[in-house]
């Protein structure tokens, strides 16, 4: 999960570890195609944790003859423990994309490794704008309504997959409620650090006081965020990076997608630095009749922000233990501060 | 300390560096030297005013916890522990605690990030 696009150089490992002839055999066997030619790839900026490709096309016979643009998707060579692999992304693309979740069409898994020398897949390639600075401040005064909208009605639409479900038994069901159970885990995360951070010490015991009793497990994004989405002058085209789903208590979603630290240059605006809340929730319960209440919104929104200024300790780490030396992770460390001001002023005198 | 000092050093470094070095650079090494020019003026903040700030937070802490400890990273741990124990639950003491904590995060956040101040 990465905050801002990565900047490593398009490299050309693709090209020195790939034997084109496996792949073309490989897209073309499943394509039940005549021939198929790679004419182009590009890399894709985005994503710390796997490689994308566009692949442009040609294909001759079958149902996909003609010109195709699509991604090839795979791990990269430093994967987080905590996100899922290719084939179980493809697994959970495959189950969104069925529910009716705008996502890059699945095509297909390779997980024979002979090939790339690791799984990757196949999807189509969507047009459209991610960047979230671009998004923020391109919303208008009073925010993109349609987007906003849109980007409700989609998740909404993710959260009616609900376990159990045989083609995501990966995923594991969590200790209920959720929320105790990642407060748990952010804690034996900061006693594994050599310093103390009092303030998000505050934030976890606070969640801890105001732990919601009830939830509903749903199918969670757990990245669903301006600069995770594409959008066109159409509004949303397709939802990425799927790499963090898991179930869990719905109103997880909704409060990263609204929390403080997701609306780029728009702070003003609730929905993700795009739109308005209210439009936002209007998109939600046009699909979802679930009833979404403002005292669960706020609590995962601080949630959110612990959960961001949690991962940016782990950021930092990457770099400071030598793993990973990289200007990007440790600034992303430097984040720190803005968040925990967030945090004390979402759980301060004046909060719920 | 020879002169000129690290934080002057660090500006006049950062200066160069977005002056006559960016200009130069292929557009795909923007990003990177932005970065640079970032992480030089935090350093520099920090430089400056770090001594300051810590200084400041150990008076805050010290005001909290129980026969304060000696050094500031053991002072946070002491806190830490106390608020994970719920000892600052109370609606008066988690007044006190968040407006302490608050005042350090602003002289943190006005090393790290001073647009984002409120």
């Known amino acids: 999960m ?18 084109d002839q496996h792949l073309v055999e490989f897209i073309r066997k499943q394509a039940s195609a005549a021939r198929v030619v790679i004419r182009t790839r590009k890399r894709l900026s985005g994503g710390a944790i796997q490689e994308n490709w566009l692949l442009d096309l040609l294909i001759e016979g079958g149902v996909w003859a003609g010109d195709r643009r699509w991604v090839l998707r795979s791990d990269a060579i430093s994967a987080l423990p905590a996100s899922l692999d290719r084939e179980q992304e493809f697994a959970v693309l495959q189950v969104a994309y069925q529910a009716g979740v705008k996502v890059p069409r699945p095509l297909w898994l390779c997980g024979d490794i002979t090939i790339l020398g690791r799984s990757f897949f196949l999807m189509e390639y969507v047009p459209g704008v991610a960047a979230g600075r671009l998004l923020s401040a391109g919303a208008g005064t009073q925010g993109n309504a349609r987007l906003a909208e849109q980007l409700g009605a ?179 460390a430097r984040l720190l501060p803005e968040l925990e001001l967030d945090i004390l002023h979402m759980t301060g005198a004046e909060a719920p | 300390m020879t002169q000129p000092n690290a934080h002057e050093l660090l500006e006049i470094a950062r200066a160069t560096l977005l002056e006559q070095l960016l200009p130069a650079l292929p557009g795909e090494l923007r990003y990177p030297a932005l970065m640079i020019a970032n992480a030089m003026t935090i350093a520099a903040r920090e430089s400056r005013q770090g001594t300051q700030a810590e200084d400041q937070e150990q008076a805050q802490l010290a005001a909290l916890v129980e026969e304060a400890p000696s050094t500031l990273p053991d002072m946070r741990r002491q806190l830490a522990s106390a608020i994970r124990q719920g000892s600052h639950d109370a609606p008066q003491s988690r007044r006190i605690l968040v407006e302490a904590l608050r005042q350090v995060t602003l002289a943190r956040l006005a090393i790290s990030n001073p647009k984002a101040l409120p």
Not at chain 1, 2 to 19: E, G, H, L, W
């Open chain 1, 2 to 19: 990465s905050s801002s696009p990565t900047i490593s150089q398009a490299s050309d490992t693709f090209v020195a570890t790939t034997d």
């Open chain 1, 154 to 332: 989609n998740l909404a639409r993710l959260h009616q997959i609900r376990p159990p479900c045989a083609a995501l038994d990966f995923l594991s069901i969590p200790q209920r409620p959720p929320a105790l159970a990642t407060i748990n885990a952010y804690r034996r995360y900061l006693d594994t650090l050599a310093d103390a951070y009092p303030v998000l010490e505050w934030g976890l015991r606070w969640c801890e006081l105001h732990a919601p009793r009830n939830s509903t497990l749903c199918l969670l994004h757990r990245d669903y965020r301006t600069g995770n989405y594409l959008a066109s002058e159409q509004g949303l085209e397709a939802v990425l990076d799927w790499e963090f789903t898991g179930w869990g208590d719905l109103h997880e979603d909704l409060g990263w997608f609204t929390a403080p630290c997701w609306r780029f240059t728009r702070p003003d605006l609730e929905a993700g630095g795009i739109g308005k809340l209210e439009d936002f929730l209007r998109g939600y319960q046009e699909v979802s009749s679930l009833c979404i209440e403002r005292s669960q919104l706020h609590y995962w929104q601080v949630m959110a922000t612990l959960r961001w200024a949690v991962i940016a300790l782990q950021q930092g780490q990457r770099h400071l233990s030598g793993e990973e030396p990289s200007l990007e992770l440790a600034l992303t």
